[in-house]
């Protein structure tokens, strides 16, 4: 008899923030594994775009206020793993009604923290961190509609 249950699928994205003109090595190598990559913006000099781009996986950004790209979106909206996401660099002052997970940099700080209904989450700065924080990335593994986050310290 066939297993009629699907097996479970992960979808890898690797997420940064504030690059602020600089990628490191190390990061490019742990982005390697991912199935898409998304950046929340300042990334700055856009040979910094192409950098990531070369890494292979699709590359998804905003603009942030150190960009001076005026093409690159301010908000992205995406769905995965049937849940909504928004992709913006600075993070709105009350939660969206219309997404699920608000991810966001701009702050420096790493953030894992539920407002009402929406998860907001900063994979902190790979370049130069706030308050104390390591220079840091993310992972964002979606599941069978679930998340889970981890924090990549890059020292």
Known sequence: ??????????????????????????????????????HLGDVCAETILDELRAIGPRVTLVRG???SNFEWPLVVDLVRGGLKFRLQHIPPGRPPDD????????????????????????????????????????????????INWKLVPLR
């Open 1 to 38: 008899m066939i297993n009629p249950e699907k097996p479970r699928e992960t979808l890898r994205i690797f997420v940064v923030a504030d690059t602020h003109n600089r990628l490191p090595e190390n990061v490019k190598k742990i982005a390697r594994d991912a199935d898409e990559i998304w």
């Open 99 to 146: 997404v699920d997970v608000l991810l966001h940099g701009h702050t420096h700080v790493p953030r894992n923290e539920r407002r009402g209904n929406v998860l907001f989450l900063n994979p902190g700065c790979v370049t130069r961190p706030n308050r104390g924080s390591a220079p840091s990335a993310a992972w964002l593994e979606i599941t069978d509609g679930k």
């Open 65 to 67: 206020n150190c960009d």
